[in-house]
DNA sequence: GCCTAAGCGAGACGGTACGTCTGGTCTTAAG
DNA sequence: CTTAAGACCAGACGTACCGTCTCGCTTAGGC
């Protein structure tokens, strides 16, 4: 994500499209810094000259890829609209290299405090950011719509962390009808 | 989690101790096997012979101080005991080496089924199946309580692993009270 | 040069045998660490455990060859001994891998220190000590042996080192007789 | 040495300072074509496109520097001559950013023959010829007069290159005897 | 009370990846 | 066309860990 006016687009490209690759064909552990640049017929300065390391290469592709799938809803209900995301979530992650270069991103995170901040500005808060607006708006002023975003969207990455139990669109569903009515009511 | 007859007690104590002291002092990545055999005193073969690595030896550390914490509540209804619980989780992990091997343990799985399903089995099922038991008999039989869990603990992890909102006693209510009575009722 | 009583004498061969291959194959350019290691099937960890780095593998390599080619004569007298070694001089390292191998080393002595008191001492020294004591014998009490012995062997080295101008016996007896009788007498 | 009409004088000053600077500061070593380009504000393509390398505005800043310091000797024979000589080498080099950078150039010039031909065209050959010619002159016509120059220049540049041992005026003067009048008679 | 199997400290070993460095080529924009 | 700036490919550098292995020492049990 740094800036330069003479950076070469072409090499930028085949950086990501190296990453991303070597994701898709080997999960997070296939990539590191030496296999990009010998797929990608790179230097290895030149990796490091405009990332600090895999993790900011391998976001950097992730989010490449992952804008192209914007969640497209016409829900006018909180409920909808959540409904809508969750089973957008759903899609995107579960049995995609989407899904798997995410988790790798946010185990990685754990340990990397600067891509953990990285992660929430440029993937989290964007991706909240319309929704949390679209809720505030058809909801009641006294809801407390991040709470609210927090319940519905931390089970579904709980479930696709920790994968031990399936993410479909049931899922989404019920997490979603549960927490806007109340589970015990 | 290995057996043998022979096993030398003492040498499996440093070890764990060397690995716990060694996250305590530097985090997750101040680990590593060599690390752990140097202020062990230890053989590398050793540690090999009883764990699978690094990972390994970490997740019985954890579990080995994390047991000594358990949850103790007198609450009746479902909703105290889910509010008992959540509240500890916080007291648990946030701001502790407990919450910081957790967290490291938790990246790592990511890329470590085996540690993932032992993470699952020996800590979190543990910890859920009292919970799950207590809410089952107070609860009516038509509410899914597994879901109730996901939903009350998984927000609580969320904010765990992002680190970037507070996770205190405030939050862990809140959780509880909306999982309960709905957010939009 | 170091010493350890676990050291793996199969490995230690393989890397000086790969040195001096590469050496031969390409010159001193061609010989890296990376290359030592690559042929001789080695981590570079060992490598770098048990030498400084490529000069202290192709001097032990170098020295090692160059020992199995003593000088050997029956001369008598001070100038026959010189002759004989300053003939010895020229074979051993006019148009041979041995002589590439030694230009190379003291090319590179230029900049290391270390490397310039290892070759004295494991190289320069062992082979003029013999020759100054034979000639210390056979000479006057009041001759600078040490001197003569720079008269003669600076300037076969001096032809070596430069390479414009040939180094074979005619030129070797030309210094000695010079040297022995004085040029302008 | 390259030629050029357009070429920039200011420019080319301040290459050959930058790298004398650097030579003077940290040896051979601390140049690089990257460090004189960085302290001499200029463009690496620059540098490239009038030299060959880092060797070659070395030895042009080298034979820029040396040039300045010419022998100066009234002598009328050839030991008086050579004496002068000799003793004039030891000054130059011995302890003196020259002599370092003189090391230096004899070292490269090992892996790199077209540095080896410059040294010998523009620095050796220059220096010998008038020494040729005025030896010649005094000397009887049998005397190999180039075999007498290596004899005494070998020497002190063995000295020079090896270090181990000093050199100085008494050794130079040592050297010029020996040879002139034979060391054993 | 041996004796043989194991656990054990020590650490060498083949590997893979790291992040830094230099060399030499090429591109861009200003003059 | 020269220059400053610097991106770029290539590849060596020396370090850190990994997980396997071999060595002797010591310490159990089974005899």
Redesign the pocket.
């Known amino acids: 994500m740094p800036e330069?006016?003479?950076?070469?687009?072409?090499?930028?490209r085949?950086?990501l499209d190296a990453a991303w690759d070597l994701t898709a064909a080997g999960g997070w552990?296939?990539?590191?810094?030496?296999?990009?640049?010998a797929r990608?017929?790179?230097?290895?300065?030149?990796?490091?000259?405009?990332w600090?390391?895999?993790a900011a290469v391998v976001l950097e592709a992730f989010l490449d890829r992952a804008r192209a799938n914007p969640v497209t809803t016409r829900a006018t209900t909180a409920e909808g609209l959540l409904r809508a995301h969750a089973r957008h979530f759903a899609d995107l992650y579960v049995d995609t290299v989407l899904g798997r270069v995410f988790t790798g991103l946010l185990g990685a995170a754990q340990q990397d405090p600067d891509l953990a901040a990285r992660l929430e500005e440029h993937w989290f808060e964007p991706r909240r950011a319309p929704v949390r607006a679209a809720v505030r708006e058809v909801a009641g002023p006294d809801v407390d719509v991040d709470l609210l975003l927090d319940l519905v969207f931390a089970p579904l990455h709980y479930r696709l962390l920790t994968g031990r139990r399936p993410l479909d669109h049931t899922y989404a569903d019920a997490v979603v009808t549960s927490v806007v009515r109340g589970v015990l009511g």
Do not use: E, F, L
Not at 4 to 12: A, E, K, L, W
Not at 40 to 50: D, E, L, M, N, Q
């Open positions: 330069s006016t003479r950076r070469n687009p072409q090499v930028h085949a950086i552990a296939a990539v590191s810094v030496d296999a990009i640049v990608a017929g790179v230097g290895k300065r030149t990796v490091y000259r405009w600090t390391g895999k």
